[in-house]
């Protein structure tokens, strides 16, 4: 009998003998904890013999990939016989793997990424309506537990390289003090491939933080004029050679591919006659990157101990560069195109993903939080350790045993509440196959700080109501509101009751004029690092 014939018998006897068992949190052991033992038995010929043997059981490394800003058509496997990009690597790595066919972002940057390292909606952190803007005191809010300090706690090196984009208002809003042991990269939203600039500040860093020597701080000036992948490249390529295969492994790759400005160097064009050229050509540059780190992760013997997440952090813009396919809307709506993206799962090894094809069930990005902390130990080792309890009312669900195992008679997730903004009025939300889109799509009212938004009934405009069927209408383009009065009134009451879910609306805080430090290359800092107590180079910062 063959191993997987084994994990398939054994995932129906595990199922028998505990019916009540459900991923949630508060259990006092995952579904994961609970499976390990039994995916972890193999038979082993002794004397002509069978003997049953139980393996140690070894976490998975995980390596957790989000694009910026690549559209549903800015791959090949989503749209095959209408793709003009190749993709040649994704479309493998996800025809081999786990394709989420309804993956589900927020509309923007900033809120997506809260969303992941917090586990809430963007409406719960009130940060749902903009990203953060370089030279403003935006931060994440420092009470909320992030993902990587979980994973840490339970018994993950964490790092990150690439784009953080969750504030950096003071020390404590940094990536090294909320969970990764380093991070490498810009702190903002976006910065130049070669000069890492933006707004005229240099934004390229990295740090690291470790209890017996605090946070240590760089100011990576000597990499300015060197594409940006390729230091990607190469600060992966040191921290899986310095790592040890034994420990679990759990890096965060937020990339910079394929955001504006729109730029690859010359030798990844295939053509130069249109702006899908150099879409094609970012494309390339970055699948030139991650097949490198998956060699890396080969060369290291982790790649087969591997889970690979992939997904963008929202639809592309509208721009002559990108393309989100056949779906409504662009990056900044809330129609399919700005908040269904692209997304897969995959390893090597079947143990650890058994489920393969893909889902139509719905998976939100928060749910990433309780899944990647099932995946890493689950709750349970967290608090053993720390004496810590889960985050109450998250937003987030542990879809690990559908994910991985396809174990769950149902989808774990049926709706998600994909948006209220009380500035511009509006909000959507999705039900089963029904998605409900109030309010003025199109608004382009900006958020004042000195304004007041109500978090009631009033902030958001009831009387523009679309309905679609976006199983059957994928690409809303009929809207049945009409002909569907009761879905219209159920679906409405369940965002009416969201809106006592939302917090404060966070606007742009204020800008600070003449903050940072004037040197031959002005860069970012935070904004307690002020000029009373500034070292004598600001490059490289320590403290206890």
């Not at 993206?341 to 893909?358: A, M, N, Q």
């Not at 890493?376 to 998250?394: N, Q, V």
């Not at 109500?454 to 009409?482: C, K, R, V, Y």
């Amino acid at each position: 009998m063959s191993n997987v014939t084994h994990i398939y018998l054994l995932l129906t006897l595990v199922t028998l003998l505990y019916p009540g068992i459900h991923a949630t949190a508060q259990q006092e052991k995952t579904w994961l904890d609970e499976l390990s033992g039994y995916l972890n038995w193999g038979e082993e010929e002794q004397g002509g013999g069978q003997k049953t043997v139980h393996k140690k059981v070894k976490k998975p490394h995980i390596l957790y990939v989000v694009m910026d800003d690549q559209g549903y058509g800015d791959v090949g496997y989503t749209y095959p016989e209408q793709a003009d990009m190749r993709t040649p690597l994704l479309d493998k790595l996800a025809s081999e793997g786990l394709i989420m066919n309804r993956h589900y972002s927020a509309w923007m940057c900033t809120p997506t990424r809260a969303s992941i390292m917090t586990g809430r909606y963007p409406i719960t952190l009130g940060i749902q309506h903009d990203v953060f803007q370089p030279n403003t005191e935006e931060c994440l809010n420092e009470k909320e537990l992030l993902l990587p300090e979980v994973i840490r706690h339970n018994g993950y090196a964490t790092h990150l390289v690439g784009k953080w984009h969750l504030g950096y208002a003071r020390w404590s809003c940094f990536p090294c003090m909320r969970g990764f042991d380093t991070a490498y990269g810009y702190i903002n939203g976006e910065t130049g491939y070669i000069d890492h600039m933006i707004s005229g500040y240099y934004d390229f860093y990295q740090c690291s933080y470790n209890k017996k020597n605090g946070l240590k701080w760089k100011i990576l000036k000597e990499d300015k004029g060197v594409y940006s992948l390729y230091l990607y490249n190469k600060r992966v390529r040191h921290i899986i050679k310095q790592h040890d295969p034994n420990t679990p492994l759990f890096l965060y790759l937020p990339m910079q591919s394929v955001h504006s400005d729109y730029y690859a160097p010359e030798k990844y064009f295939d053509c130069t006659d249109t702006k899908r050229c150099t879409m094609q050509a970012m494309l390339n540059a970055a699948e030139e990157l991650l097949t490198d780190v998956i060699q890396y992760l080969k060369d290291a013997g982790m790649w087969e101990d591997t889970l690979l997440v992939y997904h963008s952090d929202n639809g592309a813009p509208k721009s002559s560069y990108t393309s989100n396919g056949p779906l409504r809307g662009s990056k900044s709506h809330l129609w399919e195109g700005g908040v269904r993206t692209v997304g897969f799962l995959y390893s090597e090894d079947k143990k650890i993903l058994p489920h393969r094809g893909f889902t139509d069930c719905y998976v939100h990005v928060s749910d990433w939080y309780n899944t990647l902390i099932a995946i890493s130990g689950g709750w349970t080792a967290y608090a053993k350790k720390t004496g810590l309890e889960m985050p109450a009312e998250l937003d987030s669900i542990d879809q690990s045993r559908h994910l991985l195992f396809n174990d769950t008679n149902t989808c774990p997730r049926t709706q998600i509440m994909l948006h209220i903004d009380p500035v511009k009025r509006v909000a959507a939300y999705l039900k089963n196959q029904h998605k409900l889109l109030i309010g003025p799509q199109d608004s382009s009212e900006s958020c004042d700080d000195t304004a007041f938004y109500p978090l009631n009934i009033s902030s958001i405009d009831f009387g523009i109501i679309e309905l679609f069927n976006i199983w059957a209408d994928p690409n809303e383009a009929e809207n049945i509101a009409e002909d569907n009065p009761d879905i219209v009134a159920d679906l409405r009451r369940d965002v009416t009751d969201y809106l006592s879910h939302q917090n404060p609306l966070q606007c742009q805080l204020p800008t600070l004029d003449n903050s940072y430090p004037d040197d031959e290359v002005p860069y970012y800092l935070p904004w307690d690092f002020t000029r009373d107590y500034l070292p004598a180079s600001a490059y490289e910062y320590n403290t206890l």
